[in-house]
């Protein structure tokens, strides 16, 4: 059964890709949606069974190497971490091949779609079951390389082909520090295997590196890696572009699933990172200026997928500080809702492009609600979980990281908890924003559109209303096992808390001001979003015009890519033209070229000194004779 | 006698000279004659492989030693036998030569139509030779067959290459013979002193470290320029766009190894304080060689360039693990040597695919062909993948062991071969890119047929190795680990009683 939930998926891809051709379209669909619904069964019991039951187990497979002490096992860990997160990948994942069937239904290779959406799942899959760095990275690379084919599924698109590039070289600028930080591991540890390195940690703690703390220098290395993968700040740049991708990979993928890898690693390497306080006040910061700089582009982007895109990197970065400030549990449960209600805004995002044929741009939209009512009342429902606004599961998630962000007393924390409690206020600003100028309003689509507004399948739905009842139901229900009352039974030392840290404690003293907080400035920011676009609909374009620099500054999202492009991209290009043509070409070739060259020219110098004269000859045979002696004398002389 | 019962490392090398003679010895018209000549190469480079796979189940890997040895009076009275021997280090390369051949026979099946009979002998002499490199034990027959190499791939190059075909032989045939000059001058010296050319005798022969020292330039000389590391790899690039395809794979596969194998069988274990003392040196030239030439084939507008130079930088990762003295580098080095003797090779006969049917190395001149051809698309991604080492295929496990075993030498170090990791990404997907996905704009394209069943068969056992060696290392990397570890002992061994003399 464990072993069922990561490797039924996998079977699932192999026969959708290599007999989806034989076996068609429509069989190939439902066996991966089969395939993953047994996984489903599996990762579910498994969740009851490792989490709930406490019984964690680990599944050896296969050795992959062992090499000088390097030893690295194909292994699953179950532990309550990876059943949470084996069980919640699963259930979306399922959710997400359902209604994909309806939403590609006019796509002419669903099987490769659902090859590669299944292919996903398993190294997702991989990644969360992992038990040491090396499997961990495979699943990491794994992801990347399915998430590189998704995004450019339609890879006659050229963006589509853009981006998926960008997404797997922006995410292997990240797996490179991931990479060292193996490595360091290995040198620190004598292991990659997570049993053996966290058994070790009080051993190896004074350990250094050039002179740094050993456990600062790998837990910031992994950090970097966790920042390619999960959008932060600096190497988000590929989230947004990868909504080239059909809206189902969207949802699975950039909400639910990949992205969250960077929060569970530095969750899962909590026991190192209990001990590497300056790479936790790294992660605070980095966590809370990537929520709040991402949710300030969210209020100005006009194309559907895009704001929900930047409103994940947004939520990643209150994973993030949440786990910065050593509340790794926070995180990993806001990590869980999110995956509901973000795929849940996701796939109602696919529903509203469904039904307005491949339209994306809200401002040709509005005036379409009473005509998908499903999509619209779920759309809400995700939006009332995203904006925190209470007993949504938004609400339990959000509101315990920014109170653990204000319970840390620490200059980042509150710093987190600042730049937090504006991201929340921006997050329902945008998120009504996208409601109204949607759904109402005056419709801004041309008739034709308008006419074949359609609802959405009942395939398509049935996934929509399981997720907006997770959207609904999972913080309230989770809430004691996760982060309260019984978090320490349910966690069972998967998580660590160093001795020295209480916030797990300290959360629950706050004070009474602080809880309240998030609602306050989520209702209001939902109340802007309702003066600005449904009561006076014409104050925003105003205001665009007024601060046109603030405007497009985040309209071009604060000019990141521009930015990128003239640092790296371009000069790497001259760069290797230059290395080529020039160093390549001119100077490493011209030594053999030139070399010969002059032996042809010796050659015919040669020709011309046999000039038959008796006389030259008879000179350049003293010469040589006198050089010969004069050497001779000199060897002698010695 | 040896493990086998019967002289099968002999019979390895010379079953293809046979195999070449006999096809020397056919008649007939020209048609009845290239198919009478596939067919004969064929049959034999398969039985050969089939014997060379005694070796993988009768390869005893806890012995570090030289195994399956063999030894003929020669030319006694100069310290010169026959002597042919595998160990950990040589015994897979010898597998990779065997599977290669047919491979390659088979992927020239329709493409060589002309002097067919001829390009055959060329095939099976350059199997004898390349065999025959890496079992040798006695250093002058490791020369005559190591120099031998050069003939017949000359000769590939020079008569069924492309327009600039003789050029690019003699580049690469001189390139190479320079550097070798230099160490067949090393060995006459090691001859002179040690009155043996025997190579595990030369192994046990110590050398006077200031001596090391030259010693150690002239076969740097000869295996710099084989690996070829930077600056002196501007005869690949020219020699694999002029080869024809299985030449290329041959090239990539096989003959590139032949420096990194020369430093790990002479430089390493003969010379151990030159190698300490070179170790930064090599460790630059690997680094320019990573980021450099995955800089360039950045640039490159022929698939094939960009191939050859992304060998370049997957040699640079070769060349930093062996320098890096230690088992995981070493046994990175190795495992890197032979995925990518898979997967370079493969990647040629992707390019050859496409050659075959548009005549064709352009870049520009593709787009789109994964649609028409979506099992060739498949394949190539694969092979692209694990060229930019993704786990679970060829690639990773020995990137991921240099890697490691470079950053206890120097982070810097590590962090110069990782920075592969992302160029390497994006010269092969650009290439990718540029190749397979996009809109068809050349009508041509439209026509073009997916894979035979031929090419299926060329390609299938190599799809099947790239992601057993991604997925289950351990079996490969169970050869080298008694025998690398023994090299390590020895080095660090010889490296401290240097140290306790005083030095």
Known sequence: ?638 | MNAAGFPLLSLLTFLPLAGAVFILTLRGDEKVLAANARWAALWTSLVVFALSLILWFRFDKADHGFQFVERLDWLTDFGITYHMGVDGISVLFILLSTLLTPICILASWDSVQTRVREYMVAFLVLETMMVGMFAALDFIVFYVFFEGVLIPMFLIIGIWGGKRRVYASFKFFLYTLLGSVLMLLAILLLWYRAGTTDIPELMRHAIPPGLQTWIFLAFFASFAVKVPMWPFHTWLPDAHVEAPTAGSVILAGVLLKMGAYGFLRFSLPMLPHASADFAPFIYVLSIVAIVYTSLVALAQEDMKKLIAYSSVAHMGIVTLGIFTFSVQGLSGALFTMLSHGVVSGALFLCVGVLYDRVHSREIARYGGVAKIMPAYGLVFMLFTMASVALPGLAGFPGELLVIVAAWKVNAWVAFGAALGMILGAAYALYLYKRVAFGRITKDDLRGLLDMSPREHAVFAPLVLLAVWMGVYPQSFLSFFEASVTALVVRHEAALSAARLAGM
Request: glycine share 8%; charged share 10%.
């Open chain 1, 1 to 638: 059964m464990l072993v069922g939930a990561v490797f039924f998926p996998l079977l699932g891809a192999t026969i959708a890709g290599f007999f989806g051709r034989w076996i068609g379209d429509r069989a190939a669909q439902w066996v991966t949606v089969a395939c993953m619904a047994l996984a489903a069964a599996c990762g579910m019991t498994a969740f009851v069974q490792v989490a709930l039951g406490h019984a964690p187990a680990t599944v050896e497979i296969l050795t992959f190497l062992d090499v000088g002490g390097f030893e690295v096992s194909w292994a699953l860990r179950y532990d309550t971490l990876s059943a949470v997160m084996v069980g919640m990948v699963t259930l979306i994942s399922t959710l997400i091949h359902i209604y994909s069937v309806g939403y590609m239904h006019h796509d002419p290779t669903t099987p490769r779609f659902f090859a590669y959406l299944s292919l996903f799942t398993f190294m997702m899959l991989m990644l969360v079951t992992a038990d040491n760095l090396v499997q961990l990275f495979f699943g990491w690379e794994g992801v990347g390389l399915a998430s590189y084919l998704l995004i450019g599924y339609w890879y006659e698109k050229e963006s589509a082909c853009a981006a998926a590039m960008k997404a797997f070289i922006v995410n292997r600028v990240g797996d490179l520090f991931f990479m060292l930080g193996l490595a360091l591991t290995f040198w620190v540890f004598g292991s990659v295997e997570f049993n053996a390195i966290f058994a070790a940690v009080e051993q190896h703690k004074d350990a250094t590196f050039a002179g740094l703390p050993a456990y600062e220098v790998i837990c910031v290395l992994l950090f970097l890696g966790a920042c390619g993968k999960s959008a932060q700040l600096g190497l988000h740049t590929w989230l947004p572009d990868a909504m080239e991708g059909p809206t189902p990979v969207s949802a699975l993928i950039h909400a639910a699933t990949m992205v969250t890898a960077g929060v569970f690693l530095v969750a899962r390497m909590s026991p190192v990172f209990e001990w590497a306080p300056g790479a936790l006040a790294l992660v605070t910061v980095v966590g809370a200026s990537t929520a709040l700089f991402a949710a300030t582009i969210g209020c100005v982007q006009n194309d559907i997928k895009r704001i929900i895109a930047y409103s994940t990197c947004s939520q990643l970065g209150y994973m993030f500080f949440a786990a910065g400030v050593g509340a790794y549990q926070g995180a990993i449960f806001h990590l869980f809702t999110h995956a509901f209600f973000k795929a849940l805004l996701f796939l109602g995002a696919g529903s509203v492009i469904h039904a307005m044929s491949e339209e994306q741009d809200i401002r040709k939209m509005g005036g379409i609600w009473r005509k998908i009512p499903v999509t619209y009342a779920v759309m809400w429902i995700g939006s009332l979980a995203l904006a925190g606004v209470p007993y949504f599961a938004g609400y339990f998630s959000k509101d315990f990281v920014l109170e653990a962000a204000y319970a840390a007393h620490s200059g980042v924390g509150m710093y987190a908890f600042v730049c937090g409690l504006l991201a929340a206020f921006l997050t329902a600003f945008y998120s009504w924003r996208l409601i109204i100028l949607t759904f109402h309003g005056a419709p801004r689509a041309d008739a034709h559109t308008m006419e074949h507004v359609h609802e959405s399948p009942a395939v398509m739905l049935v996934p929509l209303l399981v997720l907006a009842v997770g959207a609904v139901v999972t913080g309230v229900v989770f809430y004691p096992y996760f982060v309260g009352h019984d978090w320490q039974q349910f966690w069972n030392g998967a998580i660590v808390n160093a001795p020295h840290n209480h916030i797990m404690h300290a959360v629950h003293e706050v004070p009474s001001w602080v809880p309240l907080a998030p609602t306050v400035v989520g209702l209001s920011g939902i109340a802007l979003a309702y003066l600005l676009y449904m009561a006076m609909p014409g104050v925003p374009a105003k205001l665009a015009a007024t601060f046109g620099g603030v405007y497009r500054f985040l309209l071009n999202k604060w000019y990141f890519d521009e930015l990128y492009d003239f640092l790296f991209v371009r000069p790497a290009l001259r760069l290797a033209r230059m290395l080529w043509q020039t160093a390549d070409a001119r100077i490493i070739d011209g030594v053999p070229n030139g070399a010969a060259a002059i032996a042809s020219d010796v050659a015919q110098g040669a020709v011309r000194l046999q000039t038959g004269r008796v006389a030259n000859y008879a000179f350049v045979m003293i010469a040589g004779l006198a050089v010969f002696v004069t050497l001779l004398a000199f060897g002698a002389a010695r």
